[in-house]
């Protein structure tokens, strides 16, 4: 799904927004630190408390 892919990478970060999402709140935004490399997991919020959570594994 689209809505999973980042708006943009700013000062290190990649910046998702609810944009386009018409499930979520559009006002809200979730910044992921990658200036200290990839972290095991994010969480991108959709609305309040609620969101997706994805882990990153390495064989």
């Not at 943009?8 to 998702?16: I, R």
């Not at 609305?47 to 390495?58: A, L, P, R, T, V």
């Amino acid at each position: 799904m689209t809505y999973d892919l980042p708006n943009k990478l700013e000062n290190g970060y990649l910046v998702f927004t609810n944009v386009d999402n018409p499930n979520c709140d559009r006002s809200v935004e979730t910044k992921v630190n990658f200036t200290k490399g990839l972290p095991k997991e994010i969480f991108i919020r959709c609305s309040g408390k609620n969101g997706n959570i994805y882990i990153f594994e390495s064989d």
